[in-house]
């Protein structure tokens, strides 16, 4: 059971457009929801990440838009650049206790063309 | 400089074979964890200490074997290596949220 569900799978953009991520969760017990982004060969690292408290969260460039009640949250990035060209992954996650644990979708491929 | 840092970078090696993954963390964090990869990129936990006590254990195969010396540091000891186990492993370590996530390792069993 997926439970966290993430599309596209992948993603062509031409610079300067808007990107968009959807992630759809079951769970409601989870109460973080963060964006990581990874480049070939390096580790994920955090993007920007939001808490169902609020419905959008805005830094720089990228945007988390979160809807509870119909359990999705996407990332929106704005004036794509090509060295946005990585895999996003969405997860989330319950507690901020030591046995927090990251549940992620499977990731989009973001190409940027120039 | 680096915050949580793996070694090796690369290992390949036979079938049947035991290896180590070995982790450490600059940042002063209290929990630790395994990941690993897939080819198709798919992220899983494994593991995950805090201050040195096994917390999460997600049902991986007891050919897996974390130790945790200190709270710095995270191992993971990988028996009897099958053709499956070829992944890239991360480990990340965490206060609270957010993880940060070493380099990775590129495990691959011929």
């Known amino acids: 059971q997926q439970q966290v569900k993430q599309s596209p799978q992948s993603l062509i953009v031409q610079k300067g457009g808007i990107s968009i991520i959807n992630c759809a969760y079951e769970n409601t017990a989870f109460d973080y929801f963060p964006w990581y982004q990874q480049f070939p060969g390096k580790g994920p690292a955090l993007l920007i990440a939001i808490r169902p408290d609020v419905s959008e969260k805005k830094e720089g460039r990228f945007t988390i838009s979160f809807n509870k009640s119909a359990k999705q949250f996407s990332l929106h990035i704005m004036d794509s650049q090509p060295g946005d060209s990585a895999t996003y992954f969405c997860a989330a996650s319950i507690g901020r206790g030591s046995n927090y644990k990251l549940t992620f979708g499977k990731g989009t491929l973001l190409t940027v063309n120039p | ?110």
């Open chain 2, 1 to 110: 400089d680096t915050a949580v840092s793996q070694t090796p970078k690369y290992l390949v090696t036979q079938m049947g074979n035991d290896k180590s993954i070995k982790c450490e963390q600059n940042l002063g964090h209290d929990t630790m964890y395994w990941y690993k990869q897939d080819s198709k990129k798919f992220l899983k936990i494994m593991f995950s200490y805090n201050n040195k006590e096994l917390i999460i254990n997600e049902t991986v195969p007891n050919r897996f074997s974390p130790k945790s010396p200190d709270k710095a540091h995270l191992n993971l000891h990988i028996n009897s290596l099958e053709l499956g186990d070829s992944a890239v492993y991360f480990c990340a370590s965490s206060q609270v949220s957010p993880q940060y996530f070493g380099p990775g390792t590129r495990l691959l069993v011929l």
